[in-house]
């Protein structure tokens, strides 16, 4: 898949594109098993939410799973991913499943993956993309991620560490996010299958789940292997910053 200027201007101009392209209902379902097999294995990389019955986040998900690595590497991912970075070499740095479960899945606070991306994990620039898949129809009741327009454009932006109920997270200040609210708001909602670029300069966060239904959401973080990390921080784990920094392959 090849995606039109037009698509790249947009991206580039706002900071968040839907494509057209979706993966099918068999494929979701597979991944959606696949998720069920993590989220019951006794892993380090998975957490939970407050009353440590449901799956939050599962990290690490292509160390762990040849069905996530597969779909990592095919067409749109890897095709897109190499395009946008405009580079025929690209890793990733971090690939996740957020999921909500019905009824009490937790907030995520407005934040920037390269506010942890660059400072912490050492990556030089913000030349990074964000793929996310939707596991589930989303829609706004159910969590859905909330993107502000155009907020990748002011660098990384002043915030603080803050306790999340997976793992700390870097907030955006709400000073801030006031004044680029008027910006307008992209919500991530549609069909499973449904594919969305997010820049990682892009402030973006999310409310509880109020729906009886879950919100399974897959996170791909390319990042160009000539921006990887100029220097490991040995207090991320390899499956929040990645350091294995060899091209992916397309399958």
């Known amino acids: 898949m090849s995606l039109e200027q037009n698509s790249l201007n947009t991206f580039s101009e706002e900071g968040v594109l839907f494509l057209e392209s979706t993966v099918s209902r068999l494929e979701i379902e597979k991944l959606r098993r696949e998720c069920t097999r993590l989220a019951l294995s006794e892993s380090t990389d998975s957490y939970v939410e407050e009353g440590k ?8 998900i292509t160390k762990k799973s040849k069905i996530f690595d597969s779909i990592s590497r095919s067409n749109p ?38 506010a942890t991306w660059g400072p912490v994990d050492n990556c030089p620039y913000d030349n990074m993309l964000n793929i996310f898949l939707f596991l589930d129809d989303i829609t706004e009741i159910s969590g859905c991620l909330y993107i502000i327009n155009r907020s990748h454009k002011n660098g990384v932006l002043s915030g603080q560490w803050e306790n999340n109920v997976a793992y700390p997270l870097f907030s955006t200040t709400d000073n801030t996010v006031a004044k680029l609210f008027n910006n307008g708001i992209t ?55 990645n350091r294995d920094f060899t091209p992916l392959k397309a399958l």
């Not at 991912?77 to 970075?85: G, M």
């Not at 909500?100 to 993956?113: C, L």
């Open 77 to 114: 991912f890897l095709s897109v991913a190499k395009q946008v970075l405009k580079t025929s070499n690209v890793y990733l740095h971090q690939a996740k499943v957020n999921m909500k479960a019905p009824f009490r899945g937790h907030s995520w606070a407005w934040h920037q993956d390269y």
């Open 187 to 241: 919500p991530l909602i549609g069909n499973a299958g449904t594919i969305a670029l997010v820049h990682p300069s892009s402030i973006h966060g999310s409310n509880v789940n109020l729906s009886p239904k879950s919100r399974w959401l897959v996170h791909f973080g390319y990042n160009r292997c000539d921006n990887h990390p100029t220097k490991i921080n040995y207090k991320r784990k390899d499956v929040q910053a």
């Open 53 to 60: 019955e449901h799956p939050r986040a599962l990290l690490g």
